[in-house]
């Protein structure tokens, strides 16, 4: 386990924190600085380091239980919506795969603050797509 993970000391118990949903396979709590309050990580409990690393096993744990929270944010926070993000390795600050779920609601200010967008140059786009085909089918 890496140092600063707080993610392995929340699940043995070694740091306290506000615990949602625990299972088996994936625990959720609170951020305690959340972007807006009802802010949860989810999380497996077994020690993974990011996206790359889960096993095909954990997927459908992970993603339902943040399927669960997204929808449990509606009533129980009276969110509109959600974003669910997760950062691997950049912008990572625990280092251990958390995805992040956040209600959202119209006005919330918002507004993709840390998704400054860029725009393609002519051809370019058509040069990205072959990229990544190409990655996908090595
Ligand atoms: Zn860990």
Not at 92 to 99: A, D, E, R, Y
Not at 114 to 138: D, I, Q
């Amino acid at each position: 386990m890496p140092e600063h993970d707080i993610a392995c000391a929340i699940i043995e118990g070694r740091v306290a924190a506000e615990v949602v949903l625990r299972t088996s396979e994936v625990i959720a709590f609170l951020d305690h600085r959340p972007v807006f309050k009802g802010h949860v990580l989810v999380c497996p409990i077994r020690h993974v380091d990011t996206l790359l690393d889960l096993p095909d096993e954990l997927v459908l744990p992970l993603i339902g239980a943040c399927r669960r929270l997204a929808a449990a944010m509606l009533p129980a926070v009276g969110a509109q919506g959600t974003f669910v993000a997760i950062n691997n390795v950049v912008s990572q600050s625990v280092p251990h795969l958390h995805v992040h779920v956040v209600p959202r609601s119209k006005g919330d200010g918002l507004r993709g603050f840390f998704w400054p967008r860029t725009s393609y140059a002519e051809g370019e786009a058509a040069a990205y797509a072959t990229l990544l085909r190409e990655a996908l089918n090595a």
